[in-house]
């Protein structure tokens, strides 16, 4: 596996003229993944730990937009200005504007070290746009994760959630909390609890979810690509769970293209 490769991902969160302060290791077979699984399953920090062993970047199309927050309103597009209500609201922001920015960025799906899309595709047309635009590319997924996790736990998640404003580390206020409350202990920064993770944009990104996301689960699942992972336990785990998975999966996928072809019988 490849090593972990510090990166900034300048390029997909400041835009296609940005380029990434230390480019990844190119791999001979790079992981191209996507995370699904509804919010709080902990797909983002499941994401870093992955880009952690496999060396593909972590792309997130919610990163984008909330660090389009940070910048002063001049510098935002019409749309952008209207993405970032929706999701101030927890409502997901209109396919359109999403699609726009990630095919702005479609450089960072040609890089050499693969890359692990967490938050989209997050609806049907979406996942029809990417699997276009990486046909027409010649790319291909290598898998598509679905995290999966019951409703209550989702929710007790969420609502203890507890974000780094300055490194993005995740905290949670019971099942991981920081040594100082409200203090991050990677870089010291100051703890915020997201404002889509208060309980009544909870009830509505949940429910966006269900309407929205769920028929990815048959679309990828007729792809061939479909591979569920149990959400439960520490990160860790999971993390340990969705690398054995991702290996057997490699392993069988390949398997046929390696195995010596079977011995000629005489007629
Ligand atoms: P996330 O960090 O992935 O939970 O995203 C935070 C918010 O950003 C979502 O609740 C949406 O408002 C918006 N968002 C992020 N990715 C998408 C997407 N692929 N489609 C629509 N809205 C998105």
């Keep these: 596996m490849a090593a972990h490769n510090h990166n900034d991902r300048a390029a997909w969160l400041q835009g296609p003229s940005a380029r990434c302060s230390a480019m990844p290791e190119a791999s001979q077979n790079p992981w191209r993944l996507v995370l699904l699984g509804a919010p709080g399953v902990g797909k983002g920090t499941q994401a870093e730990l992955l880009n952690a062993r496999l060396g593909a970047c972590h792309l997130s199309t919610g990163d984008v937009f909330r660090a389009a927050k940070g910048r002063p309103e001049c510098d935002l597009s019409p749309a952008m200005k209207a993405a970032l209500e929706y999701m101030r609201r927890g409502d997901l922001v209109p396919d359109a504007t999403v699609w726009d920015m990630v095919r702005e960025r479609s450089a960072c799906l040609h890089c050499g070290g693969g890359f692990i899309l967490d938050g989209f595709p997050r609806t049907l047309a979406q996942a029809e746009s990417l699997r276009k635009l990486m046909s027409d590319e010649g790319l291909a997924l290598t898998a598509v994760v679905n995290y999966e996790l019951p409703v209550s736990a989702i929710v007790a998640r969420l609502s203890g959630r507890r974000t780094c404003e300055n490194c993005k580390t ?91 072809a079977p011995p000629r019988t005489r007629a």
């Excluded at 997201?194 to 990828?220: M, N, Q, V």
Aim: glycine fraction near 6%; charge should be positive; hydrophobic fraction near 40%.
């Design 170 to 260: 995740v905290f949670h206020a019971i099942e991981r909390p920081p040594k100082i409350v409200g203090v991050c202990d990677r870089c010291g920064g100051k703890l915020y609890q997201r404002e889509d993770d208060r309980p009544e944009s909870i009830k509505i990104r949940l429910d966006a979810y269900d309407r929205s996301t769920t028929p990815l689960i048959a679309f990828y699942k007729n792809l061939g690509l479909l591979l569920p992972v149990a959400a439960t336990g520490s990160p860790e785990d999971i993390c340990a769970r969705t690398l054995a998975a991702l290996n057997t999966w490699r392993a069988q996928k390949l398997a046929p293209a390696l195995a010596p």
